[in-house]
């Protein structure tokens, strides 16, 4: 099974769904001498089947995907496990979704700066992101390694993925969420601070993110449990690194950083607004919203986050509805009301090959 010691180089190239993860991407991670990560959230099985294909044409080595872990399939906080609260907890959210759709209709028009917003779609009641499907294939492809965010599968899953020798990683943002995960079975930690860009990890999605520096976070969750951890969020320096490492972290995992990679296909609207905020252009601040998902995530701060700071909790039927008006501020070069997830480190972000930022953490200052 895979470990973190076999690694030339203590790194792992960050899972990025939406886009920035590519087969390139995870490839150019392992050439570097680190682990490289697959996104499997919002594809289908047979996409993520595709760049599982791709990426091993372009490399032997080790390789990660990672899987969204439905409500449904979650089995932390214990008081949820039982169908019933979890269907309650499922309508809830559902009601809330429909709610916001009803005020985002109303305040359709054109955005800031005169694209036209096009009608918020629906919440699926259904959308589990393909689960069972994507872990079929985990399973029949036999991954090397497997990581898991915003949920808990059950220790059965983990019993399974460990017999056909796949090492499972479980995103946690506090100790609690540490040991609930070491004890069902996970092999590696990803500790995720909340530096971090894109999604918080949380297991429980209602409740609000830890606000503890990746630093401190470290140390808890390493007196918490023994496992090996692996650190995330605003890590973009030689500094960075090495601060991890001395906290308690076996190795660390790098997003932000690769989003203008050349092998990353983050999109042209992302990569503007990055590159912007870095030379002044716009505003240069992150902050952590529901308003696109209905989970928090950290991102570039722009005029959709502003305008709906009490966004519910309610993903991922949040994520569905405004999934048009992302798709077509996007086409239109509008920055202003498409997600632009994006750590604390994001000035560090370089056009540059992977491989090279990568090597530069462990450079002669690291
Ligand atoms: C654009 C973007 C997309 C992300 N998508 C995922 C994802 O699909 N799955 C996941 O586990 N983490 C995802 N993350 C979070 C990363 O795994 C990691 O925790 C984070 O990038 C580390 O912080 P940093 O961005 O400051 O390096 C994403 C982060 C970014 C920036």
């Known amino acids: 099974m895979f470990t973190l010691d076999s690694l030339a180089l203590p790194v792992i190239g960050a899972p990025m769904a939406g886009g920035p993860s590519t087969p390139e991407l ?106 069972q499907a994507k872990l079929a294939l985990i399973l029949r ?59 918080r990890g949380t297991l429980d999605s209602g409740k609000p993110p830890g606000e503890a520096p990746l630093a401190d976070l470290l140390v808890q969750v390493r007196q918490a449990c023994p496992l090996p951890l692996v650190a995330a969020g605003g890590i973009s320096t030689p500094e960075d690194a090495s601060a ?29 607004a990055l590159t912007d905020a870095a030379q002044g252009r716009r505003d240069p601040v992150t902050s952590l919203t529901r308003a696109f998902s209905g989970r928090p995530a950290r991102g570039l701060t722009n005029d959709f986050m502003r305008a709906y700071p009490d966004a519910p909790d309610a993903y991922p039927y949040v994520n569905h509805i405004t999934g048009p008006l992302r798709a077509a501020a996007a086409a239109a070069g509008n920055q202003e009301a498409v997600s632009l997830w994006a750590g604390t480190g994001f000035r560090h972000a370089a056009q540059e090959p992977a491989a090279v930022i990568l090597r530069r953490l462990f450079g002669p200052a690291g």
């Open 26 to 131: 995870a490839a150019a991670a392992g050439e570097a001498g680190g682990l490289g990560f697959l996104a499997a959230g919002y594809k289908d099985a047979s996409a993520v089947a595709d760049q599982i294909t791709r990426l091993r044409r372009l490399s032997a080595g080790p390789f990660g995907v990672n899987l969204f872990v439905p409500d449904a399939a979650g089995t932390y906080p214990a008081a949820e496990q039982n169908q019933a609260g979890k269907a309650a907890a499922r309508a809830r959210r559902i009601e809330a979704a429909r709610t916001f759709r009803d005020r985002l209709t109303a305040a359709e028009g054109p955005a800031p700066d005169g694209a036209t917003i096009t009608e918020p779609g629906i919440p699926d009641p259904n959308d589990d992101d393909g689960w």
């Open 141 to 199: 492809e036999r991954v090397p390694v497997v990581s898991f965010t915003f949920g808990l599968p059950e220790p059965a899953i983990f019993a399974e993925l460990a017999a056909q020798g796949i090492c499972s990683v479980v995103t946690v943002t506090d100790a609690g969420e540490a040991r609930a995960a070491a004890e069902a079975g996970a092999d590696i930690l990803c500790v995720q601070g909340p530096e971090a860009g894109g999604h």
């Open 244 to 272: 991890a490492r001395a906290a308690g972290a076996d190795a660390v995992q790098v997003g932000t950083l690769l989003l203008l990679s050349n092998e990353a296909g983050t999109s042209r609207v992302h990569r503007s």
